[in-house]
């Protein structure tokens, strides 16, 4: 099983553009969510999803847009990209709820010039 | 919002040298979890506490959840350069509050030969 996969590693955009992170789990989780890390501020939650179909925002939303279409797939997209943006996102996922721990991705290191 | 306070941000220590991590909130969890987090990896999970008083063993780790589930600590005994790296407590919360995690901001280990 490759568990929970992001691509791409790694990825510059100018301000203004738009992209898709990806993100795909071969387990069968429920649960996804998206994350960004950024020095001293931890693992802020940004989006999240309880099976296809159902997204709900995390803390930090703005600027970011999710749909889950299959179980198996929680692509992150960002509508106008800004310096502000520039971070780490990492994809978790998890089989009914987080209260026994989350898989997570290999990350995306995002830099918005 | 839930909080969690992670404390020492940084710690650089000897190798044999013994440390603990501390984890604390004013908010309930239903489960407090752990991972270990490698420079350019996602975070892995090391271990999952429940049950108010709980205590886990993962070779020299230690882990404890408080009896009043709002705190855990993590402690290593006998530290190796090996065990250098990011922890990251995160708290699942309860009902509803278990479809995301919520972070404390990292402590960053480092144990010198």
């Known amino acids: 099983n490759a568990g929970v996969t992001q691509t791409p590693k790694f990825q510059v955009l100018k301000t203004g553009q738009s992209m898709t992170l990806q993100c795909a789990q071969d387990?069968?989780?429920?649960?996804m969510s998206w994350y960004r890390q950024d020095p001293g501020m931890g693992l802020r939650l940004i989006h999240y999803s309880v099976g296809a179909g159902i997204t709900d925002q995390g803390e930090v939303p703005n600027g970011y847009n999710v749909s889950r279409s299959t179980t198996e797939d929680f692509p992150l997209r960002l509508l106008s990209a800004a310096p502000s943006q520039t971070s780490v996102y990492f994809c978790a996922s998890s089989y009914s709820n987080y209260r026994t721990g989350a898989f997570f991705g290999q990350g995306t290191r995002l830099t918005v010039v | 919002t839930q909080l969690l306070e992670q404390s020492p941000q940084f710690l650089s220590i000897q190798e044999g040298e013994n440390l603990t991590v501390y984890c604390n909130s004013s908010s309930v969890f239903s489960s407090l979890q752990w991972y270990r987090q490698e420079p350019g990896e996602g975070p892995v999970l090391l271990v999952t506490v429940v049950t108010g008083g709980e205590v886990k063993k993962l070779k020299r780790l230690t882990f404890q959840f408080g009896d009043a589930r709002k705190d855990s600590s993590l402690h290593i005994t006998a530290a190796q350069p090996g065990d250098t790296g990011l922890y990251l407590c995160a708290g699942a919360g309860e009902g509803a509050g278990s479809y995301q995690l919520t972070f404390g901001k990292g402590t960053k280990l480092s144990v010198i030969p």
């Open positions: 387990m069968n989780h429920e649960y």
